[in-house]
């Protein structure tokens, strides 16, 4: 197992299109694996000194090119995975759990106590072998299509606090997150990934208009992440484990 570096793009991009797999079909387009540009941003975050990198993606390399990765992200004091897959014609060899046992060595290097994870909770296979690693389930999120039928226009989305940036990111990568000034002065923040706008539960409560949103952005439609909701098209389950 090693660390990836961003300098083979030849790697960069084999290791998105596996993370890109990992990706359930129902969230297929929705996060920023799956777009055509993520191998770039994946080069650029990789491309750090290797002690300042809050991402670590460790791989198995066979014939210099990876076939399983795990992408580990530095939050406070936990390693969250944010995606794990391995190629088809390597599983069943247990290099799924040499890369959580490779992560729980991780962390105890890095002094972070916590692992945590978010799979799908229809991924009831995936949920049992996580249980087995000692990982225990902690929340619950739902995603919840959004109708952007509102009468709003792009002038009632607020004030936008970085468009250049999230124009320029979004143009590179295929995805960006755009800060806004609500008319009631609070601060909320959306993610463009491809077409599609995500938002959070904070935002659907204020005066922000969905249809301006997507009128600005040129986004086709939207969705929310919250909790618990009676008609989620994919739910995930947050899991922890103590290192």
Same mark, same amino acid.
């Given at each position: ?16 299109? +596996? +993370? ?13 694996? @799956? +777009? ?5 941003? !994946? ?10 990198? %809050?991402?670590?993606?460790?791989? !198995? ?13 530095? !939050? ?8 794990? $897959? ?10 799924? $759990?040499? /890369? /959580? ?7 105890? %290097?890095? #002094? ?23 990982? @225990?389930?902690?929340?619950?999120? $739902? ?12 002038? =009632?989305? #607020?004030?936008? !606090? ?8 979004? $143009?590179?990568? *295929?995805?960006?997150?755009?800060? +806004? ?12 990934? *491809? ?15 969905? =249809? ?13 992440? #919250? ?14 484990? @103590?290192?």
């Amino acid at each position: 197992m090693c660390d990836l570096d961003g300098a083979d793009p030849r790697a960069t991009t084999r290791a998105a299109r +596996l +993370l890109a797999a990992s990706v359930p079909d129902e969230a297929a387009g929705l996060v920023p694996y @799956t +777009l055509a540009g993520y191998h770039r941003y !994946l080069a650029v975050l990789l491309g750090q000194p290797p002690a300042m990198r %809050s991402v670590l993606v460790r791989a !198995l390399i066979r014939d210099g090119m990876p076939v399983a990765v795990a992408d580990w992200r530095v !939050l406070a004091d936990t390693l969250f995975l944010n995606g794990i $897959s391995v190629a088809h014609q390597w599983r069943g060899r247990g290099w799924g $759990s040499r /890369l /959580l046992e490779d992560g729980t060595a991780i962390a105890r %290097s890095l #002094g972070l106590p916590h692992l945590a994870l978010d799979v799908a909770a229809a991924n009831v296979a995936a949920v049992a072998l996580y249980v087995r690693r000692g990982f @225990t389930v902690t929340a619950e999120s $739902s995603w919840c299509h959004v109708p952007a039928r509102d009468a709003g226009t792009a002038d =009632a989305v #607020g004030r936008l !606090l970085d468009w250049p940036v999230f124009c320029a990111l979004r $143009s590179a990568y *295929g995805f960006a997150d755009l800060s +806004l000034r609500d008319p009631h002065g609070a601060v909320r923040v959306v993610r463009a990934v *491809g077409e599609v706008l995500r938002l959070d539960p904070q935002l659907r409560k204020s005066p922000v208009s969905v =249809a301006g949103l997507c009128e600005l952005t040129g986004c086709r439609r939207a969705y929310v992440v #919250g909790g618990a909701s009676a008609s989620p098209f994919i739910s995930f389950v947050r899991m922890t484990a @103590t290192v």
